[in-house]
């Protein structure tokens, strides 16, 4: 069988290994190997031939951002677009870039509200104004002459759509005025024929929100949400008359209390006087202005009630509570900004209980049984405790047709120590105002130094005598050294500092100081309240 040489000339098959070719077997091998791979698809380099790994890409480096230029100062405001009511101001600010930054971001102009005085009656409004500029001028290329008022049917408010007067068409006379009112019932104003609210920093669209404390622009952290139900319970006898439910302290906001009964709702101010429902009047629902705010009293035909006010309030407000029935709760929510001092769950006024009725009304005439509901408009003075002892020469009678009697305050040491040691309450005190209060007298009082409290005392509080008398005698701006006693009524509903007409009210003096702290050593403790 022949065979094939190097050149692809048939050779013999007998003869020798390598008669017609000098290579060695191993390379024929190789060349064999090669002409096979190569008739197949090809799928890689042949044999022999050197193979190159690729190479992984190299990552792609960040495209370099071009600088952005920097807003310079802005500059002073302009004048003010209107004469009266409301006008815009404008001012602008200038970008600083080099040829290679990017322009700045943001607006060059800005617009600030400026309220000014209200204009005159009579005058013509600003937009009705822009469209009487064209009465009686030629348009719709005619030589038809209309008298214009504005139009605020037309899509683009900032548009100056005036109508043509008894005709039914409109037309648009390019863009508004810039400070122009986006519709009558609106405060947003149009500037470049862009309708923007106004923040409250006073900048058109800004979108500056004050937060729920009333801060502009704080963020709602700052805030405290209080949100509490009251539920005071009653004595077995029941009672029937005012009950402190809170306080709301200055700065409050978003103020919402609800009472879901046949009870009302009263509020007090701080100073003592009533603004909704007190001394047993009923106040009609409506709008009050109390506390620098407005507040919004609702009565539903249910009995519902609600106060609501936006606030901030400018000083404490207290929420007391007419009772009629049981109360099933009364749901209040206000915020505070963080940090203020916060009402307590069991709150009381810090000024005690004012109430209407006096300490010196008749006792009931046998134990009490739960009384029938009390006519809002008429005083029921019948539930109180029997009224301390009067000094000779003094009545209720009396004080009622003016023949008080004379004072007959307390004198010496041993009057003294005995007032000392049977008083809840002795302190140095200022006396702020005075108010009659049916046949009582009511002293509104900062305390100076207490020297002995059985029961909480405060800076401010309500001192009450049980005359109109003028016994002791207190004027107003004047220091006295008061030892009182806690009056609180077999319904509760009262809770006060009672001065007794024979109780001990002297002008403070060093001397009274002095005396008064020798006094505190000739009682024994007092027992925990």
Known sequence: MAGWGCRGVPVPSGGPHGAGCRQPWWLLLLAWLSLGCAGGTAQGPALGTPVRVPEPPAPARPRRQPARGTWGPWGPWSSCSSSCGD?????????????????????????????????????????????????NKPVLGTQARYRWVPFHGAPNVCDLNCLAMGHNFYYTFGRVLDGTRCSPSSSDLCVGGRCLSVGCDGILGSGTQPDACGQCGGGHDTCLFMHRLFQGTDPSSGYFGYMNVTKIPA??????????????????????????????????????????????????????????????????????????????????????????PQPGRVDTSPLRQPQPRGAGSPPPPEPPVTPAPAPPTQPRGSATEPPPRSPPGWSVAGAATGQCGRCRPPKGRSQRIWHFCQSDFVFQGQILAQRLVGQETRYEVEVKTPYRH????????????????????????????????RHVNYERTLNRILLQDNGYARPWTPREDRLVREAAQHCPQPRPP
């Open 87 to 135: 006008g815009v101001a404008l001012r602008t600010r200038r970008c600083l870039r080099s040829t290679e930054e990017e322009p700045c971001t943001g607006d060059p102009r800005q617009y600030r509200l400026c309220q000014l005085q209200g204009c005159p009656g009579g005058s013509v409004p600003f937009r009705a104004m822009q469209c009487s500029l064209y009465d």
């Open 251 to 340: 700065g409050a906001t978003h103020i919402k209390v609800t009472d879901k009964s046949r009870n009302y709702l009263a509020l007090m101010r701080s100073d003592g006087r009533y603004v909704l429902n007190g001394d047993w009047s009923i106040a009609w629902p409506g709008p009050y202005e109390v506390a620098g705010t407005q507040l919004h009293y609702a009565r539903a035909p249910d009995g519902t009630e609600t106060l609501e006010a936006p606030g901030p309030t400018d000083e404490d407000l207290h929420v007391m509570v007419l009772l009629q029935e049981p109360n099933p709760g009364i749901e209040y929510e206000f915020w505070l900004p963080r940090g203020h």
């Open 454 to 485: 059985r029961f909480p005392l405060v800076s401010r509080e309500y001192v009450w005598v049980p005359n109109i008398c003028g016994c002791p005698r207190l004027r107003e701006g004047g220091e006295y050294l008061l030892m009182a006693r």
